[in-house]
């Protein structure tokens, strides 16, 4: 996603100053980052880190962060400016803000919720020093709100299990960070991989469509030939076996849970002719779905 300018003119360091206005609706909710239980985000070099819900009125300008800062908006709209302008902080986005680079933002007309965290400019998060302040696509933004609010909620918990369940959070949030802007992104197809991950989970959340390989690539924004050839290096296989695969490991989890007869189960993945479920599911199961049900 890159920096969409408004028609203003370019402005210069002068324009971004040192300013925190508060709005009375206005709230945010930090992780107790200091605690033993936030040790991980330590260990990771991740230092303070919360939830922000603001409102017009709010403003924040940094002329020398020492941290590298990330953003990732769940909601609503927020405006960066950086010494080149204005930018729109949209939902579904990640801000990346580089220590010591000037920059300030606030909410574009109404409430702007984010998640944001500081990285310390040590260790793997020394690389993020050397760029601008830049807007892209997110691929953990509502993974890491559901685990960031799951810390939250722990840290106010006083028991053993409380807090060993906060850890598992703390885990996860850096894990998040690091698949998102990590070491890992380095490397050749991590984007593609992290879009192909995301256009499944989009699949296995509806897999009643009528998937077809044009409207898979079209999700992507790419030619259904690039679409094959992707899913071949990435993943050694075709998309509509892929999408197959997704149909049978959920149709397996259904005919556990559910006592459904095995049409409807077939229609609930996708299937409207029986007999080409039953078909797919003994090919790629080894047993017909009766057979798999009695195993449960």
Not at 25 to 34: G, I, S, Y
Not at 156 to 173: N, W
Not at 197 to 206: N, P, R
């Amino acid at each position: 996603m890159g920096m969409r300018r408004k028609a203003s003119e370019p402005t210069d360091n002068a324009v971004i100053r040192e300013v925190l206005k508060w709005s009375p609706h206005c709230h945010e909710h930090f992780l107790p980052w200091r605690s033993a239980i936030a040790q991980p985000l330590q260990q990771n070099n991740i230092g303070e880190a919360g939830i922000s819900d603001l409102f017009p009125g709010y403003e924040l300008g940094r002329t020398d962060p020492r941290f590298h800062l990330l953003v990732f908006t769940v909601l609503g709209e927020g405006v960066l400016r950086t010494a080149e302008g204005e930018t729109p902080i949209v939902k579904d986005s990640l801000l990346v803000v580089p220590a010591h680079v000037p920059f300030g933002y606030q909410p574009n007309g109404g409430r702007w919720r984010f998640l944001w965290f500081h990285l310390r400019d040590q260790g793997k998060w020394q690389r993020l020093g050397a760029g601008k302040a830049h807007l892209r696509r997110t691929f953990f933004g509502e993974s890491l709100l559901a685990v960031t609010e799951g810390l939250l909620r722990e840290s106010r918990r006083h028991t053993p299990a409380s807090r060993e369940a906060a850890e598992l959070y703390a885990a996860l949030i850096c894990n998040y960070i690091d698949r998102e802007i990590g070491a890992h992104v380095a490397e050749p197809g991590h984007t593609v991989r992290q879009e192909l991950q995301e256009l499944w989970e989009i699949v296995a959340l509806d897999l009643k469509r009528a998937w077809s390989v044009a409207q898979l690539a079209a999700r992507m924004g790419i030619s259904e030939s690039h679409l094959h050839r992707v899913c071949h290096e990435q993943l050694s296989s075709s998309p509509m076996k892929l999408v197959a695969r997704l149909r049978m490991e959920r149709a397996q989890e259904l005919l556990i849970i559910y006592d459904h007869p095995v049409r409807v189960i077939a229609e609930m993945v996708g299937y409207q002719n029986e007999y080409a479920f039953f078909t797919a599911f003994r090919r790629f199961a080894g047993v017909t779905p009766g057979q798999f049900r009695l195993r449960r």
